[in-house]
Structure formats: structure tokens, C-alpha cells
């Protein structure tokens, strides 16, 4: 499995992106996907999953102005961030974890809110 993702860049704060990931290779029994993320000096955080079936989690961070969808004939999900803050500049990690608990990396996608 290979997660590609794209979207991240430079932002103004207040500012809006999303950022896509694409699954590709033998794909099954996706439990769910989503994006983590790690500012420098601190741990890898969860940001916001999809499951399989639809249902959204957020952190606490993000919730109320994010958004994660799915396009399943795509394999690929995308988080819309709006209202961006410059804590939320951090490279963003594309994560996808099976029913059998095989966990999947993308490459990261740096994002930076400038003030």
C-alpha cells in the first residue's frame, strides 16, 4: 500500500487548505483513514480520521472548522482546514490502518501558518 499526499504550502493565518491522500496498491479491508501531524520538537498527534463507514473524529484542536471526506472509488480522502492558526504548522502525515491493524504512511506534506 502507498499513501500519496499532496496540498500542504505556506498559508496566511485565518487562511484555508486542503490536503488530499491518495491510497493505491492492494488495498483491503480499509478500517479507516486520516492525517496525524507532528510540530517540531513535539510527538505525532491525530488531526482527523474517516472510517470505512463514513464516521468522522477529530481532535479537539481542529474541531468545528475541519473537514474530512472520502471518495472511495478513489481510495483517497481529504481534510479541509479552515480558520488556520500558526499552531497548526506542522508536517501532516497521511495514515492508514487495516482491520488487521497493518498500519500505512505517506510522506508527510509540510504546512506553515504564517501570522
Known amino acids: 500500500v502507498q499513501l500519496q499526499a499532496s496540498g500542504g504550502g505556506l498559508v496566511q493565518a485565518g487562511g484555508s487548505l486542503r490536503l488530499s491522500c491518495a491510497a493505491s496498491?492492494?488495498?483491503?479491508?480499509?478500517?479507516?483513514m486520516g492525517w496525524y501531524r507532528q510540530a517540531p520538537g513535539m510527538q505525532r498527534e491525530l488531526v482527523a480520521r474517516i472510517s470505512n463507514g463514513g464516521t468522522t473524529n477529530y481532535a479537539d484542536s481542529v474541531k468545528g472548522r475541519s473537514t474530512m471526506s472520502r471518495d472511495n472509488a478513489k481510495n483517497t480522502v481529504y481534510l479541509q482546514i479552515n480558520s488556520l492558526k500558526p499552531e497548526d504548522t506542522a508536517v501532516y502525515y497521511c495514515?492508514?490502518?487495516?482491520?488487521?491493524?497493518?498500519?500505512?504512511w505517506g510522506q508527510g506534506t509540510l504546512v506553515t501558518v504564517s501570522s
Open positions: 496498491g492492494s488495498i483491503f479491508g480499509i478500517l479507516y
Open positions: 495514515h492508514l490502518r487495516t482491520n488487521w491493524n497493518a498500519n500505512y
